[in-house]
């Protein structure tokens, strides 16, 4: 079992993000795993991944390392609560050559000049994202943010020593420590944060919990709450809420259990963009749903009034 240990000050430097290098690193992992792809919540999204990924022979050498490992400059810590990948892949392309070379050694990964490595490696992140991620990225970053604002609530009641309870089924909270229970100790010593802090990021791409290093803190990606519905099929409407609302209004209100862009919304249920964005609209107007701006992107989630009808049907 493996301990990160934590003192009552730790607990004041948490802090919560969304990275988009989490989930290209673990995507990657999902992506090149096939052996159990058909049991994953991602299965789906697998069977559609683009082939040109396959072109990507730098990024796949870094991600496909012989002794299992990930580079941490990879997963480089959050400077926000919401990075964007260009900033977190200025951050890689700064990282010192020394340390790319050393934390790829202790992968497997022999490199002969790690400074010249980076900048192909930038691009085709880059382009990985543009082809795997990017199309799911607004039901990932909601996902991420339902999650936050979830263990935000949780920690206004019933209070701040609830935040960290439920992270992860392998994962136990005791008053001064995280223990992952899949993890060995062996002889290294338990995990602390030295004064830094610990950065909480949902991640969707993950079933487990991980714990990467950093010189600027330590961040611990989890799968957020209800991580399967961001792969799955759109789920049917109950009878009585299709019976009242009409099956297709239905449907988009059964959707929006996770936030949802009208592109979502239409990709998912099969819908024009202009019948997505009229049934939102009257969904709104009943005051059963509430859009939110994310960038540039507006999502819309479930009022009170909505989840309570969506829950009885």
Not at 37 to 53: F, G, K, M
Not at 232 to 254: M, N, S
Request: proline share 9%; net charge neutral.
């Amino acid at each position: 079992m493996k301990r990160l240990e934590l003192v009552p000050a730790d607990l004041l430097r948490l802090r919560f993000a969304h990275s988009p290098m989490a989930e290209v690193v673990t995507s990657a992992l999902a992506a090149r795993n096939g052996a159990r792809s058909d049991v994953w919540p991602y299965a789906r999204w697998r069977t559609r991944l683009d082939r040109r990924t396959d072109e990507l022979d730098v990024f796949w050498r870094i991600v496909s390392a012989p002794r299992g490992g990930i580079a941490d400059f990879l997963t480089p810590v959050p400077r926000t609560a919401r990075p964007t990948l260009e900033a977190e892949l200025a951050d890689i392309a700064a990282t010192d050559p020394d340390r790319v070379a050393a934390e790829l050694d202790a992968c497997g990964i022999e490199v002969d000049d790690p400074a010249a490595l980076l900048p192909p490696l930038v691009m085709q992140i880059r382009r990985y994202f543009t082809l795997a991620l990017a199309d799911l990225w607004p039901r990932l970053r909601a996902a991420a943010d339902n999650e936050i604002a979830h263990r935000l609530n949780t920690a206004a009641f019933p209070g701040p020593e609830r935040l960290l309870d439920g992270l992860h089924p392998r994962m136990r909270w005791n008053p001064d420590a995280l223990q992952l229970d899949y993890l060995k100790d062996g002889e290294s010593r338990p995990w602390s944060l030295d004064g830094h802090p610990l950065f909480l990021l949902p991640t969707a791409f993950t079933t487990k919990a991980w714990i990467m290093d950093s010189t600027a803190g330590r961040a611990l990606w989890y799968p957020p709450r209800a991580a399967g519905a961001v792969f799955a099929a759109a789920p049917p409407p109950p009878a009585p809420l299709a019976a009242l609302l009409g099956a297709t209004r239905a449907a988009v209100l059964t959707l929006l259990t996770t936030p949802s862009s009208t592109g979502d919304v239409a990709e998912r249920l099969g819908l024009a963009p202009a019948t997505a964005s009229h049934h939102l609209t009257a969904l709104r107007d009943a005051g059963l749903i509430v859009g939110a701006r994310s960038g540039r992107r507006l999502h819309y989630r479930h009022t009170d009034l909505g989840e309570r009808l969506n829950s009885m049907g």
